[in-house]
């Protein structure tokens, strides 16, 4: 048995760009991430021929097909049916299933109505996944050399029942474990990481060498093939040496393991850095409005470094709360370093924090002049040794949000920076 | 020609889901809006056959194959190849795209490297769109009655390319308009819903009704097909009218028509109310770090009602800065609707604002007790007539982002009841 698995997602809301297909991405790391070879992702709608025919295609090239939505109560929830079909067994009552959804709807204190027990529906000889996030459970069936694995579509349901029941069931058939080390690089653009580590990538078999361009960084993914993850891991750690010793070396400013520490990588860096200097943070937002300290709120457990802040979109509270001088308003504007460094210096005041943090700056898409146009952003850190200040231009091509997340990572990397000096 | 649409996305970091497929989520929402029917999507990593064999498969189904990804300057990409392939047609360079290419960089101020031009080699006689939000150019090669649209793979240049280049091209092809209208229920669950409406999705052919459960609402999506966008919008309306008379309509708190509408439904709801009333607002938060004025903050133009808030995630913040009594914080706790109506009355004060609201709350993993579990939230909402509490307990199956989520959109629904009373 080769193992060779394939995503099939099932719901009319997908096709219509209504929900990001957010379960696929999920499932596919955790694929990788166990050794499961995935070459295709499908989705179709709620429609019972097309879905008939995904499987069918889908089980011509894959062992394992794992099928994610249209478990639900609803009428156009088809997924248990077709699969059913496809192994030639009927839908039974699963007894234990049923309980569960009784229970998960007492317990909630919601109504039960009576589609609510289809869901506990399974085809003939399935093995049931408790759902102890939701209320549809999740099926596994197996006939000759073929495996259909079904899992609720809400990631709230999807993402914990598959980490948590499906891939210790999965992880007994796979023989052999991938493992993946990134390097984060910020200030550097992928075509050039690409020229530099193109020597190595060409000679890089196992394990293989791969840039990604994100929105605010460049990563190199090094992926190893082994018997086991201590052997992965010391060929992924060679590797990266081999990698941190050409040019792209002094971009490099962290590394990750896993799909959230490669997420979060730019803000779990900050905050390892806080707390090496044992320096709690205080924040003053103009532009990004919070979305800064929200970053850091993500992270659990950072309450020892995070004391909060100040979202200072109106200027009054730019001058009531953070003590922005007047003057500096009037004479340079919100968005100056002046401004920025007076918003930095008032919130650590504010707030008793160690080191501060400000941006101010213009998000778009009006606001902008000539010379101060959209994407113009100023930022300001300020501890006991002095204020820093500095001014970013976004390419003038993004649009808010994007202007707002990259100002949020830029403000995070001259963090690190001055956290890492000397 | 029928028009029949699919999605082809090519990148092995899909297939390794290192990024979530947000392209194919946009693409899809714009063809169903321009009335293009799309019954499959289908992702291919960086691999030259697998790619040829969808592109065959997927041609084979549908008149119009849009590709994302691939179109990149490194040696994994392999889209233009593979169609140039398919169409049996070599690569030639476009110099209007080579001279954009090379205007690109010279603006960014960046270093091109040759890799770069590989950018400008497109499918003979392929139409050009040219890239105004990053480098690579977008294609659209016609023969027969198949067409090959191909965007590059970044969400900041594929979304504003097809909605800017690539949809007044196909618009022209589609005799046809779909416009669907948004109701948005609080409170209310999905299958309630659906055993509510049960008679008439039934009966619903076109326009057609459909229930979405998301996080924190349910939708109800009704969907016309027409000749024109205005015979549709009636349609829609007149079924609007029918489903409001149920028992779902007191759930309804607003409507929505564009996808961006429909994922900001309930802050642009908030926002129209606070404008209604000539309020402004601040905002206080604990758990949610900053989250709700971060929702806020990314609609444009809201500094009319957005003053700011005080991120108090630490209790010195709620006391020194917000002025939360020590004596609250001892006897009730930070997680109390006392300390939730002093954050909310102190932020008032603090920021001059019209109406304030507070969040705080045990957003988890840990710091949960038997009386204050993981997932109950305060909230309070103060104005001049006075402050109002309330406590949630979001289902403890809740992680800590979604508890942080629920919370805001809770509060945002307090401020819309209070900011709509008499």
């Known amino acids: 048995m080769s193992n060779i698995c394939e995503i099939l997602s099932v719901g009319t809301e997908l096709l219509l760009g209504d929900i990001v297909n957010t379960d696929t991405a999920f499932i596919a790391g955790r694929l990788a991430a166990l050794g499961f070879p995935s070459y295709r992702q499908t989705v179709v709608g709620d429609n019972d021929c097309r879905l008939a025919d995904a499987i069918r295609e889908g089980f011509s090239r894959a062992d394992i097909l794992i099928l994610t939505g249209g478990l639900g109560p609803t009428c156009d929830d088809i997924t248990k049916k077709a699969v059913a ?7 039974v009552m699963d007894e234990d299933a049923k309980a569960d959804i009784e229970n998960y709807f007492r317990e909630m204190g919601r109504v039960m109505t009576e589609n609510n027990l289809l869901q506990a529906l399974v085809p003939e000889g399935s093995h049931v996944f408790p759902n102890r996030w939701g209320s549809a459970p999740g099926i596994a069936i197996t006939k000759g050399d073929k495996t259909a694995v079904l899992l609720p579509g809400p990631p709230s349901e999807c993402e914990p029942m598959f980490a948590n029941e499906v891939e210790p069931w ?5 023989g052999c474990t991938l493992f993946s080390l990134n390097l984060h690089l910020y200030d550097i653009g992928e075509s050039r990481a690409e020229a530099i580590l193109k020597p190595i990538m060409e000679k890089a078999v196992n394990p293989s060498v791969a840039p990604y361009a994100c ?14 993850e ?10 990266a040496e081999t990698v941190l010793a050409t040019e792209v070396g002094p971009y490099c400013y962290t590394e990750s393991v896993t799909v959230w520490e490669s997420k979060n990588a730019i803000v779990l860096k900050l905050i390892e850095s806080l707390r090496n200097k044992k320096y709690t943070i205080g924040i003053a937002e103009s532009c990004t409005g919070g979305m800064f300290s929200t970053r850091m709120a993500d992270i659990p457990g950072v309450s020892d470094i995070l004391l909060g802040g100040v979202v200072a979109y109106d200027n009054r509270i730019k001058e009531q709360v953070l003590g922005v001088p007047g003057e500096i308003l009037e004479k340079y504007g919100a968005v100056s370093e002046e401004c920025a460094a007076a918003m930095a210096e008032g919130v650590r005041k ?32 300020s501890d006991e040794n002095g204020t820093a200040t500095e001014t970013a231009r976004f ?28």
């Open 350 to 381: 504010v707030t008793g924090a160690d080191i501060a943090v400000s941006i101010t700056g213009i998000a778009g898409p009006d606001g902008g002049t000539e010379e101060k146009p959209v994407g113009m952003v100023c930022f300001a850190v």
């Open 230 to 239: 201590e052997e992965c891991r010391l060929m992924c750690r060679e590797m």
């Open 215 to 228: 929105e605010h960084e460049v990563r190199i993914r090094i992926t190893a093939r082994g018997k086991t």
């Open 170 to 174: 999965l992880a007994e058939r796979s």
């Open 395 to 422: 390419n003038r091509k993004a649009d808010r949000s994007k202007v707002r997340r990259l100002s949020v990572a830029r403000a995070m990397m001259m963090l690190i920076r001055r956290l890492n000096t000397k």
């Open 85 to 91: 079909d496809y192994f030639g067994v009927p839908l």
